[in-house]
């Protein structure tokens, strides 16, 4: 059963931006938080962007600055603004479910469902 649904990404130039949006089913929503992954080719998956139970954001080192996450907890998403993209950016983004108590997480380890992901290019 899919309970994160991805929308947004696409191909842009190095410098340029991009809106993601995760939208979550209310079963999950009421369970966990929702967090942003992404996976590079040939690199493990790593935590990008999430938001805590408090909704304070927190922010891989690599995007510090750069993205911008949130949330609409009436939509029950939570999107991801990227600008000043850059090729290292490039990847699988990826949205998902942390575990209600792990909030504000970004490892892996605590999550308990993943959306299908979606493409991210920066081209130089």
């Known amino acids: 059963q899919v309970h994160v649904v991805e929308s947004g990404g696409g191909s842009v130039q190095a410098g340029g931006s991009l809106r993601l949006s995760c939208e979550a089913s209310e079963y999950i929503y009421n369970k966990a938080c929702l967090a942003w992954f992404r996976q590079a080719p040939g690199k493990e998956r790593e935590g990008v962007a999430t938001?805590?139970?408090?909704?304070?954001?927190s922010y891989a080192d690599s995007v510090q600055g750069r993205f911008t996450v949130s949330q609409d907890k009436a939509k029950r998403t939570l999107d991801l603004l990227m600008v000043s993209l850059r090729p290292e950016d490039t990847g699988t983004y990826y949205c998902?479910?942390?575990?209600?108590?792990?909030?504000?997480?970004?490892?892996?380890?605590?999550?308990?469902?993943w959306g299908q992901g979606t493409q991210v290019t920066v081209s130089s």
């Open positions: 998902a479910a942390v575990i209600w108590s792990r909030c504000g997480s970004r490892s892996r380890d605590w999550v308990t469902s």
């Open positions: 938001v805590d139970s408090a909704g304070a954001p």
